[in-house]
Structures are given as structure tokens and as C-alpha cells.
């Protein structure tokens, strides 16, 4: 790693392929470290966003999560058995290390995994939100802990994933008062000190409420486009952590 000497911070950014190698890349984030060279975000907070088992840590921090169920592996009973948990006839698996949607099912009660399906990986089952496909999946950027802007994800016509991969799409989203609190809450529950950055991904519940699908604190993309002061802020908030 001789061509990091020299630096001050790395900002991570593209490492697309960290949730096939996750004890690689957690390793050389630590060899910066020990090499006094700032990370951003730091390993300490990539270790603990890697899994998203950190759900479960903030919901018992006061957040409002999708209800989620945590499997070292699952099955097609595990399917079943999430569908009468939460009363649906749809649910999501995905992995707790994975990104981009990838390697995620979606099974209803009249579409279920094969007797011998397994997940293969550490993974979470939840209830599929139909709003995610007639409201979209909200995010909120936020920069050394202040809010930045807003981004509307919605899915392409006939699919639920809302990544650009699957077809989807984003626009401009300017959070109502009581939305952007729900947000900053979450913030205000990460176990660690405010990170550089953090893109909050919500959706709506049945009930109204905004929950969180995911917390992205590792190299998130960041939306640009819609968010055209992000670059001046993000210099300002590095400037800082290098003063």
C-alpha cells in the first residue's frame, strides 16, 4: 500500500465489490489507520455497516426499522414462517453483506422458493412494502450530520428494486418537517461519532410511517444531481477533519 504514503485521509469511494471480500477490505481500511492515515468513514463504522444486522441496533436505539427477521441462512420454511410473522403474502431476502440489490429474491405465497432453496449467506427477510413501488424509496444525504438533500427512488415499471441497475430512476425530493425528523433521528442513533457522511434509504410503512430500509455509511453514492451544493460541503467537512 506504498502509494497511500503521503495522505492525510482516503475517502472511500467505488468499492463495489466489498461484499465479496469483506475480511479483504476491512483489513487494508485497518492498515491505513494504524499507518495514522485518516479514513473516511472510518474502518470502525464500515465494520459495523457491513452486516446489516446493525438494524437491529437501531431499533433498539428508538428507530423505526422495516420489521426484519435475522438468519445465518435461510430456507424455503424460513420463507414461509417470515410470511405468517408479518402477516403478508410478500417478503424480501437479502443479504446482511451484500449492495446494489444484488443477490436479493423477492417470493410471494403464490410465486415460493423450491423445497430445497437456500439463501446461500448470512441474510434478512422482510415484508415487501408495496409503497416502494407506488411512493418510492426516500433518501436523505446528510454531511458531517446536517442534512445536504433529498432523493425520490422509484423502480422501473414492472420491477420493486429501484437501482439504476434494474431500471430505476430518481428525482428531486424535498422532505416534509416531520419526514426530515424521522431522518435526523436515525442519524442521531448511529453508535459512534457523526460521520462524515451518511445517506439515510427510508420507505413508507402501511402505517404512514417512514422506516429504515438501509443506513449507508461505507461509499454510498451520493447523488450529485440532485444535490448541486454537495461538493462544497463535503470539502468544507474534510477541511475540517484535516485541520
Known sequence: MDHFDGLALVLLGTAWDYQDHPAEFLDKLETLHTRDIAVCNPPEIVRWNADKGYLRELEEAGATIVPTAYFMDADAGDVGAAMDMFDTPSVVVKRRIGAGGLGQFRFTADAMPAPDWRMGHRCLIQPFLPSVIEEGEYTFLFIDGEFSH?????????????????????????????????????????????????????????????AVMEAELIEPYLYPEQGPQLGARLAAAIRKRLD
Open 150 to 210: 433529498g432523493v425520490l427512488k422509484r423502480a422501473a415499471a414492472g420491477e420493486y428494486r429501484i437501482q439504476s441497475l434494474f431500471g430505476g430512476y430518481e428525482t428531486d425530493f424535498t422532505p416534509c418537517a416531520d419526514d426530515l425528523a424521522t431522518a435526523r433521528s436515525v442519524v442521531a442513533a448511529l453508535p459512534f461519532a457523526t460521520p462524515l457522511y451518511c445517506r439515510i434509504d427510508m420507505a413508507r410503512l402501511p402505517s404512514g410511517a417512514l
